[in-house]
């Protein structure tokens, strides 16, 4: 129930929409049922069982028009004044009145029907884009540790395939909650007007139906839930597919790949047919409830006819049935709108887990926005794991304001991760890091990172324009700030020489580039927004030496009168560095100047004779 109030909260601007939905509602249901209690007295008439015979329950039509009561009668009297008056001059006439009244209600009600669907329309497309909008915001605002726990596949279902099924909750629910209880009520209201007897014998059979519906429909959110949560694990595997096409049919992995992937298609499968089953049985099993009612109807109405029961015509008791079978559409529709709605709220609960999913980290309530970087940034005994164990222990560095620090050392010594804390990916275990002599968490997180440029190893690229993957740190950029920053990068000359230039697309993360290419766009990227900080997580990737070169000079254009923080795999690239830190197993256990640091012997010179051997 919670989670349904909460779904329904997104509509809650269009508020106003409420009253008309209600109001087009109950117009919808009462021309609905006029157009059917006509048939009363017109079967009375056409078969000559004059109403005027069962006098006993209902008052012979009054002779003159009725003053106006706010009450049912009146409708009916006033329907009655004026079909006697049809009926006593010609039986004709009166047929082509009852058919006139029948075509103009069939046609209100239609029009009121039309206005509900429109307005579900609304309040639908409006819930489900603000719920996917939220989601995405969230999503941006999530930490990034986040991202490494999390199945991209599976938060992809969610925005996609879950917000999807809660579409079918919204309007379900507004007529679960709405619509049919408001139709209910209106034919039933007229089938007492009827006969309140056969009522009362309908009304205790229904809840019977009711109940075993709704049987159905609890097992069915159950069902729903694993099926979206198999279709999650197939856009995952979907997504890890088309992203490492080149490794798979490298190593002839195709069949391993198809092999996961179609293990879980056959998961889904096998869910989605069992919750299908079970959503098919709920319609067949209503009808026949239904249809069982109506049976029992006729039997008790058709034997007080027989007994001569006199409050009961024969008109009547044909339109009784009428209404009843009718009653019967916004029954069946509750109830399968009750178990769809189960489903979306199985969608819903797997929504709202991300909503709920608080960023892990988060300005303080008092940070101020770091507006100049002056002196110096410093880690002061910090330590970091990602979960228990401690992939940095105990580091204390400090990067002046200016100054070229470099991380070196093998593989998985926490270099990547040291980086990643400076502008707050992840936050410390313990110690603390200090901008200018301040606590980081002092500053806003978005002015830290805008002060800072990122040169990841992989070369983040985006399927668009040249000019659009420079500019995306900032997009207001002229094409001449893009073009300057391209040549500095080393870029421009290539870039003119794709067809298109500035404005080609480069194809999925940049796969129409060559990878030197790909990270001179990264490079020209990060020399545009022309940060104070930089850190530069050097790439491993062997490029040729022509390309390597024009790397390292769009590096060291640059690095040219930053503060930059550089993890090096290649040491002949930071010997110019003014301290070198060494680290392994999270500690740092070397620092200084290339030329101390050969002099000392240890770990950096062993490094760099591995490689200047290779
Ligand atoms: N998201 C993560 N979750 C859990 N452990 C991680 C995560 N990222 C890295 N690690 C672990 O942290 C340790 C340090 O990794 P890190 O990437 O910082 O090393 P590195 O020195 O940069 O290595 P490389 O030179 O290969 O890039 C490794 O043992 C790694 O397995």
Redesign the pocket.
């Known amino acids: 129930m919670k989670t349904y109030f909460r779904v329904l909260s997104y509509a809650r601007p269009l508020g106003l929409l409420a009253p008309q939905y209600l109001i087009y509602v109950i117009l919808q249901s009462v021309f609905s049922v006029v157009s059917l209690g006509i048939l009363a007295p017109l079967l009375n008439t056409l078969f000559k069982t004059e109403k005027v015979e069962s006098a006993a329950a209902s008052p012979p039509a009054p002779i003159d028009l009725p003053e106006f009561e706010f009450r049912l009668d009146y409708i009916t009297d006033v329907f009655d004044y004026y079909f006697l008056q049809y009926a006593q001059q010609d039986k004709y006439e009166a047929l082509q009145f009852v058919c006139l009244v029948l075509i103009v209600s069939i046609i209100l009600a239609n029009i009121f029907r039309y206005l509900v669907e429109v307005i579900s329309a609304i309040v639908k497309a409006n819930v489900i884009s603000k719920l996917r909008n939220t989601l995405f915001d969230r999503l941006m605002n999530l930490h ?2 986040y991202y ?2 999390e199945r991209k596949g599976n938060i992809m279902s969610k925005v996609m395939s879950d917000v999807q099924e809660v579409e079918g909750t919204v309007v379900n629910s507004l007529k679960a909650v709405i619509k049919e209880p408001i139709m209910i009520i209106v034919y039933f209201t007229a089938l007492f007007f009827i006969s309140v007897k056969l009522t009362l014998i309908t009304l205790i059979i229904l809840p019977l139906s009711g109940f075993i519906i709704s049987y159905i429909s609890i097992k069915l959110k159950k069902k729903a839930k694993q099926s979206q949560e198999t279709l999650g694990k197939i856009s995952d595997i979907l997504e890890e597919t088309l992203g490492g096409m080149r490794i798979i049919k490298a190593f002839n992995a195709v069949d391993f790949s198809k092999n996961r992937f179609g293990k879980q298609v056959k998961n889904y499968a096998t869910f989605n047919i069992s919750m299908r089953k079970r959503f098919a049985l709920a319609g067949p099993i209503s009808e026949i409830l239904g249809v069982g009612v109506i049976v029992g109807i006729v039997l008790v109405g058709g034997s007080m006819i027989l007994d001569g029961d006199s409050s009961l015509d024969a008109g009547s008791f044909i339109t009784f049935i009428a209404l009843f079978s009718q009653v019967l559409n916004p029954a069946k529709s509750l109830a399968a709108a009750f178990s769809n709605v189960q489903r979306g709220l199985a969608s819903a609960d797997r929504i709202f887990t991300i909503l709920d999913t608080e960023p892990g980290i988060k300005n303080s309530k008092d940070a101020i926005p770091l507006t100049e970087f002056n002196e110096s940034i410093e880690l002061e005994n910090v330590s970091f ?3 228990n ?1 401690l ?2 222990k105990n580091i204390n560095l400090k990067v002046n304001k200016g100054e070229m620090i470099a ?1 070196v ?12 804390l400076i502008p707050r990916f992840y936050d410390v275990k313990s110690g603390q890091i200090l901008i200018d002599g301040k606590p980081i968490q002092n500053f806003k997180i978005e002015t830290i990172r805008s002060k800072m440029g990122i040169v990841s ?1 992989e070369s983040i690229l985006f399927n668009d324009t040249i000019f659009n993957n420079i500019a995306f740190g900032k997009p207001e950029s002229t094409l001449e700030e893009v073009q300057q920053a391209a040549k500095v990068a080393n870029a421009h000359d290539f870039i003119m020489q794709i067809k298109g230039g500035y404005d080609a697309i480069i194809g999925d993360r940049g796969a129409k580039l060559s990878g030197g290419q790909r990270q001179r766009i990264s490079i020209a990227r990060a020399i545009l927004k022309n940060p104070d900080i930089l850190i530069l ?1 050097e790439a ?1 990737s062997a490029l040729d030496s022509e390309s390597e070169k024009l790397v390292q000079d769009a590096l060291s254009n640059l690095m040219k009168n930053r503060t930059s923080i550089v ?1 090096a ?1 290649r040491l002949s690239t930071i010997q110019e560095a003014d301290r070198i830190y060494v ?1 392994q197993d ?1 500690e740092i256990i070397e620092k200084g100047s290339h030329q101390s640091l050969i002099k000392k012997g240890g770990v950096y010179n062993k490094l760099i004779e591995i490689q200047s051997v290779s």
């Open positions: 990034i540790g490494t726990e794991g990602y979960g164990e992939v940095l991380l050392g093998p593989s998985g010594g926490g270099k990547s991760t040291l980086a990643d190893q997580d491993t993890i795999h680290m999270g």
